[in-house]
């Protein structure tokens, strides 16, 4: 047999889930506690966040912060939980509070928006010892300074300018972890890799989108 062969199970009610695309597992990952994550699954969805095969969530969303969501992700997820603690609209000692409730709750990490200070990230570094995710979305970024202030990972969401985002980053830096937006197709998520990601994080269909599809196969057997 090949030693690298892999024996897969899948039983009948929970073979069909979202499966990230196989390419982004050329990336290194990033270890974290003894957790290899290459694959994140960009979405706030219970349902979604149960059928998967993401190595990791990130769940950022664009509302204020609640510990009530923070409560609910951490409590139906099975992988790894990277939660959104603010840092744009919502300011200030919120956002460490936000940080320390979720690392209680069993966070993997805390994501903080691009806008948020250096002063806010240093707080947040002195009270929790989980990583901290800094969401990066131009070149114009003063990576050093983000770094100096305690952040652990560079998150980079730049659209079409992610993959010189990250050239730019692993240049100055060719330790620091990077997770990446990947792009639509297996070959911008390669080029993402190429560029020195070492997680690519992945925007699921909708819920709706899914339930469009199934819906079409239902009304053909009628």
Do not use: W
Request: aromatic share 6%; with cysteine; charged share 20%.
């Amino acid at each position: 047999m090949n030693s690298k062969f892999i024996p897969e199970i899948k039983g009948n009610l929970r073979s069909h889930i979202i499966e990230l695309p196989l390419v982004i597992r050329e990336s290194s990952g990033i270890l974290i506690f003894g957790k290899r994550i290459k694959s994140i699954v960009f979405t706030t969805d219970v349902a979604i966040i149960r059928n998967t095969n993401a190595d990791a969530v990130i769940a950022v969303y664009p509302f204020t912060p609640q510990p009530v969501i923070t409560h609910s992700l951490m409590e139906v997820a099975d992988v790894p939980v990277f939660c959104g603690v603010g840092g744009g609209i919502t300011k200030g000692l919120r956002v460490v509070n936000l940080a320390l409730d979720a690392e209680f709750q069993g966070a993997i990490g805390v994501v903080v928006n691009a806008p948020t200070s250096n002063e806010i990230i240093k707080e947040i570094r002195k009270t929790v010892d989980i990583p901290i995710v800094v969401t990066v979305v131009s070149e114009k970024e003063d990576f050093r300074s983000r770094i100096d202030a305690g952040v652990t990972i560079f998150n980079v969401s730049g659209a079409d300018r992610t993959v010189d985002i990250v050239k730019k980053i692993r240049n100055e830096f060719p330790e620091v972890p990077i997770m990446a937006t990947g792009g639509p197709n297996q070959e911008t998520i390669r080029a993402t890799i190429s560029a020195g990601a070492n997680a690519i994080t992945f925007t699921p269909p909708t819920t709706a989108e899914i339930f469009s599809q199934i819906m079409d196969r239902y009304r053909d057997t009628i």
